[in-house]
């Protein structure tokens, strides 16, 4: 049903879906294995079909739960192997093939795969908040409710980290903070406060991002391993800004993005050059 309706929802661990068009895909290839003769892409053919059935709940999994196969946790992440099974052999069917498979055709496919693939992430985040979901939108005002009143998976909530917090307690101090300015990368706060206190602000930090954090004017230092930012306000207003700096690691990733188009456009350049070439020899022969 998940296929049908084109949903990618997370109501259940069932409604991973590749979309309507790639499982169709799946099945003539697996089918068209079955029929044709051996060859190099029968085995990613046959991989694929075999990685989507294997997604059934028909196969008794109960019998290796508590194996180490069981850290798959969710057998839609057995798309990807399918995904990339289905890939690789519709490459290689299409060079093979490439004959009796016309571009428009090829073109075709992925037009329509894009346009399904892109109404089902749509839709997912449109619907991202709301009823039935387990998302809601955290703001300065509803935040001590929700970590209070909230109920979450265990693994979800932050490492060592205890509920009755004696800032949760402040009720004089639960919504002195406003947001002034927000944007990705930094936010700033104004936050009243009657008297010097220290204060919890609901911002959660990750590992791997490197915050900047000034209250007033002066920096705030944080332990490695905070898991929230505790600034120190003084009587009357207050200013606090929170920035985020990515590690270097992103410029390398974008290095490495931008050297493998590189590469691809080069490939294909040597490609068609190879086959003017051998056009060029053709008609002197």
């Known amino acids: ?83 990339i099974s289905l890939s690789i052999g519709v490459s ?25 693939s892109l109404s089902a992430l749509y839709n997912y985040h449109y619907n991202y908040f709301g009823p039935g979901t387990t998302h809601s939108k955290i703001n300065s005002e509803n935040y001590y409710g929700m970590i209070n009143n909230t109920g979450t998976f265990a693994d979800y909530l932050p490492k060592n980290i205890k ?48 915050y900047v954090i000034s209250s007033n004017g002066q920096k705030v230092y944080m332990s490695g391993n905070a898991k929230f930012i505790k600034v120190r306000l003084h009587r009357g207003q207050n200013k606090i800004i929170i920035k985020v700096r990515h590690n270097n690691s992103v410029y390398l990733l974008v290095v490495s993005m931008i050297s493998f188009i590189i590469l691809v456009i080069y490939m294909v350049f040597i490609k068609f050059k190879l086959m003017h070439e051998q056009s060029l020899i053709h008609r002197l022969t």
């Open 1 to 83: 049903m998940s296929t049908i309706n084109n949903e990618i929802g997370e109501h259940d661990a069932q409604n991973w879906s590749m979309g309507l068009p790639v499982t169709l895909l799946v099945i003539l290839l697996g089918t068209y294995c079955l029929v044709t003769k051996s060859n190099y892409w029968k085995m990613y053919g046959s991989f694929s079909i075999l990685f989507y059935f294997s997604l059934f709940t028909w196969i008794p999994y109960d019998l290796i739960k508590d194996s180490l196969l069981a850290n798959v946790q969710f057998l839609g992440r057995l798309l990807i192997f399918v995904l």
């Open 92 to 116: 290689y069917l299409i060079t093979f093939r490439k004959k009796n498979i016309k571009v428009s055709l090829i073109f075709g496919l992925n037009v329509v795969i894009i346009i399904f």
């Open 163 to 210: 509920k009755n917090n004696s800032n949760t307690k402040q009720n004089d101090n639960k919504k002195i903070l406003k947001i002034v300015n927000s944007s990705p990368k930094e936010i700033t706060y104004s936050a009243y406060s009657a008297k010097n206190v220290d204060y919890q602000i609901p911002f959660i930090t990750y590992r791997g991002l490197n």
